[in-house]
């Protein structure tokens, strides 16, 4: 019998190695599959920015413009993929290299030569290099494991079916295997399926085989009666205690009193209510010492028809700050065993009744920026796992806080109190800082996030504890409105520019509430011709006691809080409406309209809704430009791609604006396609600019932007026209439209009626 049951388990074993050996087979032909098929995409796109990059080199190199050659390169090394980039002149006064770090190994390059001269006496003047990963690198290694994962398989496949004969041969000799109760194994062989409860004495059965023999985890099982039947090894070593010390004793006894109660009615709730358990609780160990657990249990119901709780503990300690207080689950985080939003605002409030009058308490509000984009892109478990590692990354500079919480979602609040306080607080907010530095390693993704930190002081900013967050909120919010990533102390004028704020928001909602969005349309025209070509739909709001408002004052605001997409909808229907007005003064249905959307505004339902309307104003989609800026490329969602994929099926334009604004759009067009590219109001102004070295700058920029339009085949429109000498300058580089104060401002519906 013993026999049977060893080779029973010998070709189970087997299997599961022949099983493993299969996957890691399949996996690791997938690599080489997907490796080779990402080494020709970037192949692709590095030889396509070279292109595409080349004119405006070359012009630069030919005159020795070498800021705007150090500009293109910038750009260029920015581009996802490159790691290195070399800019070399055939005469040897140039060598340029932009390079992170110094590892030249596994780089794969591509080289073009740059050419500049008249046409027909073209000469090479130096050339370019780009080097990327040379993913291939790693094939070799994979041929090698799938070699031996298939002969592993092979081997293990030839031994099972061996086994299995034996097996066959043995069960018809009359042998049975022992199944269901018996007399089990003993206790030294953690795989037993056979524990007693020191209280009940009964035999259960254990199919946590793996989770029990673990080092790593502390799991425990409970029976209903609230005795513990059976430790994993983890929590034995990690706990001190002896098996025999601890099986058929109550739970309880290794908790510290306050959290007992706790227990032992979540464990009772979770029977009645069949929902999983989570918290923080206080553990006590063998030696006495007490710490921060956190803890997950669920009832489990066993064959023999009783219900059991499994248990399984993790050490946070190390996460939850000095203050030695005991933090009971109603206070915790459960996520990162951080004290939650009430036992911050109780804690902090004790902290500042408590205060000497000496003493200072800094107040931070910790708030990871555009993390909900973290989650929709990576998922709510990613996101989760980027606020744990976010936490044990700042774990030691928690540990010199008086307090540390996760207030909910991506925000955190710490504070600290004593005469030392401003130093302190100065300098955790730059460790939370530097703790987003590198990116997150969440499976096989790489997840970039950065943090904007608030601080508000008691006494000079508040005196109540509400008050001093509110104020670090205010703080972190108006570093978030720079941009994020960083670090912003509190100061009154913040409050002014948030009324200043509520105000606009307000404005905004009657906006969306009584119609008030409205375009103004200023005319794109032809450089050669003079005749207007089309129209720019630009958004105003009608404020019937302020007046026009112009969209630099609330744009930003709507798009945060994407009411955008709502003043966008009333601007659309208006703006098709006045084309067909001006497209009937004109007797003229080619006349065209250009709308802008950011990328909050780029979504499936709202390009839906541009198509209905259109069709609602009879007008044909070849005639609608929709400008998008490279903001929108930086989103690289779903969301994103498919709604400007629906555009262009539609037979929609589309058109990349504010270009050359430092070349960092270069890299998008390799990877987009766009119709029209408008040149940015600063080159145009450039080119007049009083300083001669500056406007021959900004002409070479335009020259190398109208090189890389004809290579893409785009149209282009110089923007900001506002003298004869920029559109005449613009139309000689090759710029087919303008646009500008020269041929008109944004105008009024009645206006724009006149000058048709
Ligand atoms: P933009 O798309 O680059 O629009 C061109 C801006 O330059 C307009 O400002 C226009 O009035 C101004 N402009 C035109 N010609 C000249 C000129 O010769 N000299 C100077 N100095 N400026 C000129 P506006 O209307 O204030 O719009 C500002 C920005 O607001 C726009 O920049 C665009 O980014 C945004 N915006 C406007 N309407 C909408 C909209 O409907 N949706 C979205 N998402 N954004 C919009
Ligand atoms: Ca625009
Ligand atoms: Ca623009």
Redesign the pocket.
């Known amino acids: 019998m013993i026999r049977l049951r060893f080779q029973k388990d010998l070709l189970i074993a087997l299997s599961g190695a022949c099983l493993a050996s299969l996957a890691l087979l399949t996996v690791s032909l997938y690599s080489l599959w997907t490796i080779q098929t990402d080494h020709v995409r970037v192949s692709r796109h590095v030889a396509q920015l070279a292109e595409i990059s080349a004119p405006g080199l070359a012009a630069s190199l030919a005159a020795a413009d070498y800021a705007t050659i150090e500009k293109i390169a910038a750009a260029i090394k920015n581009a996802p993929d490159i790691e290195k980039l070399e800019i070399r002149n055939e005469t040897g006064t140039l060598d340029l290299m932009l390079q992170d770090g110094s590892s030249d190994a596994d780089l794969a390059s591509l080289t073009r030569p740059l050419v500049a001269g008249p046409d027909g006496d073209a000469g090479q003047i130096g050339r370019i290099r780009i080097y990327f990963p040379d993913r291939t690198a790693s094939h070799a290694g994979f041929w090698w494991i799938s070699l031996a994962a298939a002969m592993a398989a092979g081997t293990l496949l030839w031994g099972i079916w061996r086994l299995r004969r034996a097996l066959e041969r043995d069960i018809a000799h009359g042998n049975q295997l022992p199944y269901g109760k018996g007399p089990g194994r003993g206790r030294g062989d953690n795989r037993s399926p056979q524990r007693r409860d020191g209280a009940g004495q009964e035999d259960i059965p254990a199919p946590f085989g793996h989770l029990f023999d673990s080092e790593t985890h502390m799991a425990s099982l409970v029976s209903e009666e609230g005795h513990l039947v059976d430790v994993s090894k983890g929590w034995l070593t990690r706990s001190g205690y002896r098996r025999e010390a601890v099986v058929g004793v109550k739970i309880t006894e290794f908790l510290a009193d306050p959290d007992r109660e706790m227990i032992r009615k979540r464990l009772s709730d979770m029977r009645t209510e069949q929902r999983p358990q989570k918290g923080t609780l206080r553990f006590r160990r063998a030696d006495g010492s007490v710490s921060d657990v956190w803890f997950s249990a669920t009832a489990v119901f066993m064959p023999d028809g009783k219900a059991y709780t499994l248990s399984v503990i993790q050490d946070i300690s190390e996460l939850t700050g000095k203050s030695g207080k005991p933090i009971t689950a109603e206070f915790s985080d459960y996520l990162t065993g951080l004290v939650n939003r009430v036992g911050f605002e109780k804690m902090l409030a004790d902290l500042v009744a408590g205060a000497a009058p000496e003493d200072r308490i800094a107040c931070l509000i910790v708030d990871l920026d555009r993390f909900k984009a973290v989650n929709d892109h990576h998922g709510y478990a990613a996101g989760e796992e980027i606020l744990r590692a976010f936490v044990k990354r700042a774990a030691g500079a928690l540990q010199t806080a008086s307090l540390s919480a996760r207030l909910g979602g991506d925000e955190f609040a710490v504070a600290v109190a004593g005469a030392d306080a401003p130093s302190t607080a100065a300098s955790i907010a730059r460790a939370l800082h530097a703790a987003t530095a590198e990116p997150f390693q969440i499976g096989a993704a790489a997840i970039s996030v950065t943090v904007s930190i608030g601080i508000a002081f008691s006494p000079e900013d508040a005196t109540d504890s509400e008050d001093l967050i509110r104020f670090a909120a205010i703080a972190a919010t108006s570093r978030k409105a720079e941009g994020g990533n960083g670090i912003r102390n509190f100061e009154p004028q913040m409050l002014a520019s948030r009324k200043r704020r509520r105000e606009t928001e307000a404005d905004i909602l009657r906006g969306i509430e009584e119609n008030l969005f409205e375009p103004n349309f200023?005319p794109i025209t032809c450089l050669k011709s003079g005749q207007i070509i089309g129209f720019e739909a630009?958004?105003r709001l009608n404020h019937p006691e302020k007046g026009l408002i112009?969209?630099?004052e609330f744009?930003a605001i709507a798009e945060e809080t994407k009411w955008?997409d709502r003043a966008?909808r009333q601007?659309f229907t208006k703006s098709l409406s006045g084309l067909g007005a001006l497209s009937r003064a004109r007797g003229d249905d080619r006349l065209h309209i250009a709308?802008?959307?950011?990328p909050v505004?780029l979504t499936p339902q709202k390009v839906a809704f541009m198509a209905d309307e259109l069709k609602a104003h009879g007008i044909d989609a070849g005639r609608l430009t929709v400008?998008i800026t490279e903001a929108v490329f930086m989103e690289d969602s779903r969301r994103v791609s498919d709604s400007l994929r629906m555009l262009k099926e539609m037979g929609c334009r589309i058109a990349l604006?504010?270009f050359g604004t430092g070349y960092s759009s270069l890299s998008y067009l390799t990877r987009f396609h766009v119709d029209t590219i408008k040149i940015d109001?600063t080159f145009t102004k450039g080119l007049t600019h009083s300083d001669a070295v500056l406007a021959a700058r900004s002409r070479r920029l335009i020259e190398g932007i109208v090189a890389i339009a004809r290579k893409m085949d785009c149209t282009m429109v110089a923007?900001?026209?506002?003298d004869e000498e920029q559109a005449e300058q613009v139309r000689a580089i090759g710029v087919a439209y303008g646009?500008?104060?020269l041929f008109s401002?944004?105008l009024p519906l009645e206006a724009a009626l006149k000058r048709v």
């Open positions: 200023q630009l958004m112009p969209p630099a744009i955008i966008g601007l709308v802008n959307l950011s505004q400008e604006d504010d109001q923007e900001g026209v506002e646009q500008g104060y401002p944004p």
